[in-house]
């Protein structure tokens, strides 16, 4: 198992303005994923964040919206970039070990 | 594509009560299934994992088993208790990243 750190846990922020969210692990993890879960809905993958290489971005997420930086096996960072209300959601970090998948305790996000 | 379906989407039974859960996904090529669940505006917290070569898996009042050839899991809460509302969450890992269900919000009445 693991223990992620998530902050912040939430915030409200003004449209066209950006957020970053910080995502601590307590063991070095090769993998960090970033997930978006929009209000009344399932968890989508945002991106694959890996050490030391860009990261994976799945359809319909792009880079210049959801910069993602990893700078050692145990930290990265999402940000959410020139926001608008329809960015309101859940967002949350997550990693993969034998026994299953981790999630932090979410950001909530409100634009507007 | 991996689709992963939950059913009832919610569900509202009285405290004692036993109860099921279901789960089914499309393509059975999965390495393991996960069950979670989310209190209201949180995180997710690991529940049970059962591995593709696996039937079922156990911890306390929940037991959650798996079908990989039906492309089925359900789970199971026995003596329910106001404790557990919460949505339920199933996903399924396999050529690519976690796929999730859309969850079945469960209240458990006192």
């Known amino acids: 198992s693991a223990v992620i750190s998530q902050k912040p846990s939430r915030d409200i922020c003004q449209r066209g303005t950006s957020l970053t969210i910080q995502c601590q692990v307590d063991s070095q993890v090769t993998m960090m994923f970033w997930y978006r879960q929009q209000p009344g809905q399932s968890l989508t993958l945002i991106a694959t964040?890996?050490?030391?290489?860009?990261?994976?971005?799945e359809s319909g997420f792009v880079i210049d919206k959801f910069p993602i930086s990893r700078p050692n096996l145990t930290f990265s960072t999402l940000t959410v970039s020139n926001m608008s209300p329809e960015d309101s959601s859940i967002y949350l970090c997550?990693?993969?070990?034998?026994?299953?998948?981790?999630f932090g305790q979410g950001t909530r996000l409100t634009v507007v | 594509k991996q689709e992963v379906t939950q059913i009832p989407a919610a569900l509202s039974v009285p405290e004692g009560e036993n109860l099921v859960l279901n789960c089914s996904f499309t393509d059975s090529a999965i390495y393991n299934l996960q069950w979670f669940r989310q209190d209201p505006g949180k995180g997710l917290t690991s529940l049970l994992l059962?591995?593709?070569?696996?039937r079922e898996q156990t911890s306390g009042r929940l037991n959650a088993s798996l079908d990989k050839s039906s492309g089925r899991s359900t789970l199971y809460i026995a003596a329910s208790q106001p404790g557990d509302s919460a949505t339920y969450l199933c996903a399924v890992e396999g050529n690519t990243p976690l796929v999730f269900g859309k969850g079945t919000r469960l209240s458990v009445i006192a």
């Open positions: 997550s990693v993969t070990y034998l026994d299953g998948a981790f």
């Open positions: 964040a890996n050490q030391g290489s860009e990261a994976t971005y």
């Open positions: 059962i591995q593709s070569s696996q």
